[in-house]
């Protein structure tokens, strides 16, 4: 097994989304069907551990966000695709770099720094008040998962450059103390694919509640489609297709030709009503097969497990051997 040319993890703490799809599942379903690359795509399930204190919250996840993947056309006899904890290599890992991680480097990471700006806001004043150490630990794990597999690229959203940059920074340390073993992985941070907005106009998150799930019903897609906010100018009105989250949406759906002649149609004058009707129509029809697709997997759940199974026996192939020359190099290893 070779190491990987595009690694990238998905914590399974909720539903999949249409953002979801058109910002990691789309361009990450279009690398994994690349002959020419060896892409490892992972259920970041020990990382959803940090947020989610909820044991079938996390299994159901899992199960949902799998099955999302195969329905949509993830070729996962051409790639790597398994689950975090079926590689018990990381957690393994993940403790060798966290005895040459700077404390200070983790002091620095993002998400911890906005918890510990959150306590400071409250009254009792403690810095360190609900984080745990998975929280602040949580770059090392993510280092564990990309330097595992010597990930030449990681293809993540903005939030996520900084941890890449941590990741170099342990692997040069690791490289530098004790042997070079470390492909230093670049950042993949891909500007042409879209951030769709939510129902109320802000980004589609989880965390905002506002996004429309990818295999809800049919009935309730249209019913969410004619949920999402719009303005109140009038049916024959002009209006502006760069301020419409309807618009947005279409966009990261459709060719640029439709999308520049739906721009005219705004310009024109399109009532509300008519543009939510033909997005639901538009939208409905790209997810109708998967959608089957996904209530079969969903129903079969020992049929994911085998596929996921399979890919971490891939996976384990470099890992497994990766990490016994990891181990010699630390002086871990048989004393013969
Ligand atoms: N932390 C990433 C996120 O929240 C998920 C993730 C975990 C990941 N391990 C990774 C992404 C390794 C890329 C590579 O989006």
Redesign the pocket.
């Known amino acids: 097994m070779k190491n990987a040319d595009f690694?990238?993890?998905?914590?399974t703490s909720g539903t999949p989304h249409l953002g979801n799809y058109v910002g990691a599942i789309r361009p990450a379903v279009e690398t994994s069907r690349d002959k020419q690359l060896n892409s490892y795509y992972?259920l970041?399930d020990y990382?959803s551990l940090i947020k989610n204190h909820d044991p079938k919250l996390r299994q159901q996840s899992a199960l949902e966000i799998a099955a999302a993947w195969i329905a949509l056309g993830l070729d996962y006899e051409n790639c790597v695709f398994y689950r975090?904890s079926d590689i018990p290599e990381i957690p393994e890992l993940t403790w060798i770099l966290t005895c040459l991680t700077a404390k200070g480097l983790m002091n620095r990471a993002h998400a911890y720094k906005a918890a510990v700006a959150d306590n400071e806001q409250e009254q009792d004043n403690d810095p360190d008040k609900g984080i745990t150490m998975g929280l602040f630990s949580?770059p090392i794990?993510?280092a564990a998962?990309?330097l595992m597999f010597n990930?030449k690229k990681?293809?993540?959203?903005k939030?996520?450059v900084q941890?890449?940059e941590m990741t170099r920074d342990i692997a040069a340390r690791f490289n530098h103390m004790y042997q070079n073993l470390f492909v230093l992985p670049e950042v993949v941070v891909d500007e042409t694919s879209a951030v769709l907005s939510g129902l109320d106009g802000r980004k589609m998150s989880k965390s905002y509640h506002n996004y429309i799930p990818l295999f809800d019903t049919e009935k309730n897609l249209r019913k969410l489609i004619m949920k999402i906010q719009t303005n109140s100018l009038g049916p024959e009105e002009p209006k502006d297709p760069d301020t419409c989250t309807l618009f947005s949406i279409y966009q990261a759906f459709a060719t640029p030709k439709q999308t520049k002649e739906m721009a005219a149609r705004y310009r024109q004058g399109i009532s509300w009503g008519t543009m939510k009707n033909e997005l639901f129509e538009y939208i409905n029809e790209i997810l109708k097969e998967p959608r089957k697709r996904y209530d079969e997997l969903i129903k079969a759940p020992s049929d994911i497990d085998a596929i996921l199974k399979k890919g971490a026996a891939k996976a384990r192939e470099f890992s497994v051997p990766f990490l016994e020359q990891i181990r010699k190099a630390i002086g871990i290893s048989s004393l013969g």
């Open positions: 690694l990238t993890g998905i914590t992972f970041a990382h975090q949580y794990l993510m998962d990309i990930a990681v293809p993540v959203g939030d996520q941890h890449l």
